[in-house]
């Protein structure tokens, strides 16, 4: 428990220390006008609660993440603590400050429009075509878990195309409305829902006195298929939300539009990655303890439920059972949200009118429903529509790292800090994209070397455009 406790006080010094650091080196302008204010048109643009932002931001990043890909990443061992710790406090919360400052800064811009801005227009046009089609795929993925779970635990003819058709009436409401009308009101409670269920894992951690293993015991690959799945880049993968995670950049922006004042950032987008990392943190001390006790071989929601109830009794697993129903769905309607934004940039239609609204939203939905019924009861076609998600989630951020890189360069700012984790993850998704079973399937060793090729290349390209830009401005 040594390890696992020092884990966890090592996130919240990330936020006290380094999350000040990040803050200092972007330079909030507490004296600014925000685009909740410059910009307020009711919908999308309005001041809101600090306290209801974050609490939104934190159940917008989080969905299944912290809890299934934190389960998931345990099966290797306490090597996944490490990637949570230094993935969370150097990486993803620096990923999700910067980016949601940035769009802060820029009116409430979203993803693709600060990639274009400084990755070039090029890039801009496949980002929004990339970001759109992840966020669509967050809303399947999250639309057929909740909807599966929801059929377990009701009447038999609730079934699952019911709970599917319950859950996407409710993602076409709240895509469609105001953020405070539906968003704004039932997230809080979802997310203090969340956090309670979290926080009960953690105290019986403690309870029970769990013994967990310590770092000095080696971080060996603990993996059922560690031969085909080793620690590097596979875990990176599978662990995003609670690390790192391109998915956070595009929700970002939603709350950007509703911050009040820049000095509220570091809270909302920097605290909210760390809460996630915590409670990525429990839940994957509390899934080591199960794989150690029952083994490998079931599903996410099953472990969840296991534990829940072993330590908490009915009602705390009914409870946890419902904070998974509602985490992804709260993660998917806002997903779908952010596919209408961007899409509404993309045609320069205003979103003030809810007829406009629909002329986006309704082919998103078609799309969304088509890759459903593709997928739906085929376990096979979920599990591929999972890996394709997992791996563009994490691609996404590494064109945003890029972008913070560039955006510190021109505006005289410390780039090493984004530069570093650029490179890295740049790493993880290129030996990913080689070495995975479901990918290339390439030998390891050869992955690793590509891998290593590509990321230097990029590196190259990094330097020889620095050093052009330099060269033009002391012309």
Request: net charge positive; glycine share 8%.
């Amino acid at each position: 428990m040594i390890t696992f406790c020092i884990a966890l006080l090592l996130l919240v010094l990330g936020y006290l220390l380094y999350g000040k650091l990040a803050e200092r080196v972007f330079k909030p302008d507490s004296k600014a006008q925000t685009p909740a204010y410059a910009k307020n048109d009711g919908v999308d643009y309005i001041p809101m609660p600090t306290w209801k932002i974050f609490m939104i931001q934190f159940l917008n990043i989080a969905g299944l993440g912290p809890i299934f890909g934190a389960i998931l990443g345990a099966q290797f061992g306490t090597a996944a603590y490490i990637w949570i710790v230094v993935g969370c406090i150097f990486i993803g919360a620096f990923h999700d400050y910067f980016s949601g400052m940035i769009s802060l800064r820029e009116g409430g811009a979203n993803l693709p429009e600060i990639i274009g801005k400084y990755l070039g227009s090029t890039t801009k046009t496949v980002m929004r075509v990339f970001t759109v089609i992840l966020l669509v795929l967050v809303g399947v993925v999250f639309v057929s878990q909740p909807a599966g779970i929801l059929e377990k635990i009701t009447p038999d003819w609730m079934n699952n195309t019911f709970w599917i058709v319950v859950i996407f009436i409710y993602y076409l409401v709240a895509t469609l409305l105001p953020i405070d009308k539906v968003i704004g009101k039932v997230y809080p409670l979802f997310a203090f829902a969340l956090i309670f269920m979290a926080v009960g894992v953690l105290f019986m951690l403690f309870w029970n006195g769990i013994q967990l293993p310590e770092i000095t015991d080696g971080i060996a690959n603990s993996h059922p298929n560690k031969d085909t799945t080793p620690i590097f880049p596979i875990m990176c993968i599978t662990i995003a939300c609670g690390a790192i995670s391109g998915f956070h950049a595009t929700q970002s922006p939603l709350m950007a539009r509703c911050l009040k004042n820049e000095n509220l950032g570091r809270k909302v987008f920097y605290g909210a990655m760390i809460l996630e990392g915590i409670i990525a943190m429990i839940w994957a001390a509390a899934a080591i303890w199960y794989y150690k006790e029952k083994g490998y071989g079931e599903s996410q929601a099953s472990i969840v439920y296991f534990i829940t109830e072993t330590w908490m009794g009915k009602v705390g697993s009914i409870l946890a059972m419902l904070g998974v129903v509602f985490a992804p769905i709260t993660s998917g309607d806002t997903a779908l949200r952010s596919a209408r934004l961007i899409l509404a940039d993309f045609f320069k239609m205003d979103q003030s009118k809810i007829s406009q609204r629909l002329m986006i939203s309704i082919p998103v939905f078609i799309a969304t429903a088509l890759i459903i019924v593709y997928s739906l009861g085929d376990a096979a076609g979920f599990n591929i529509i999972w890996r394709y998600f997992g791996w563009s989630n994490q691609a996404l951020s590494v064109f945003t790292l890029w972008s913070i890189t560039v955006y510190m360069v021109i505006n005289k700012k410390p780039w090493i800090m984004a530069f570093l984790p650029a490179l890295y993850m740049t790493q993880v998704c290129v030996t990913y994209l080689l070495l995975a079973p479901e990918c290339l399937n390439l030998d390891h060793t050869l992955s690793y070397i590509l891998g290593g090729v590509v990321t230097v290349a990029f590196a190259i390209g990094f330097f020889v455009w620095k050093n052009k830009r330099r060269n033009s401005l002391e012309k």
